[in-house]
Nanobody, 120 residues
Framework: QVQLVESGGGLVQAGGSLRLSCAAS????????MGWYRQAPGKQRELVAT???????HYADSVKGRFVISRDNTKNTLYLQLNSLKPEDTCVYYC??????????????WGQGTQVTVSS
């Protein structure tokens, strides 16, 4: 069994910064891709950023240059640094990981979501 626990969301003024964390625990042999997604009320969940096991990153155009995704493989933890925040960044942010367990079963797991609210 694997759990992803997110933290770091909150209320911030436009132009401010936040750092989100997502820690994985449980039956983990290795973690492949990791990513952050977000969902605003009434809208579909959208990709924010991804990072591969080798550290290659990809960002949505809307956050490129403002957000930074990183990972600490020793801690099975994913991060998202959110800078220059805008009111339109207000969403619930979800982390996701592709995890291989000790019997080599591979599955995708999601965090519970953390609310980010940016005031103008």
């Amino acid at each position: 069994q694997v759990q992803l626990v997110e933290s770091g969301g909150g209320l911030v003024q436009a132009g401010g910064s936040l750092r989100l964390s997502c820690a994985a625990s449980g039956d983990i042999f290795s973690i492949n891709a990791m990513g952050w997604y977000r969902q605003a009320p009434g809208k579909q969940r959208e990709l924010v950023a991804t990072i591969t096991s080798s550290g290659s990153t990809h960002y949505a155009d809307s956050v490129k240059g403002r957000f930074v995704i990183s990972r600490d493989n020793t801690k099975n933890t994913l991060y998202l640094q959110l800078n220059s925040l805008k009111p339109e960044d207000t969403c619930v942010y979800y982390c996701a990981m592709t995890i291989r367990n000790r019997v080599y079963y591979v599955a995708d797991y999601w965090g519970q979501g953390t609310q980010v609210t940016v005031s103008s």
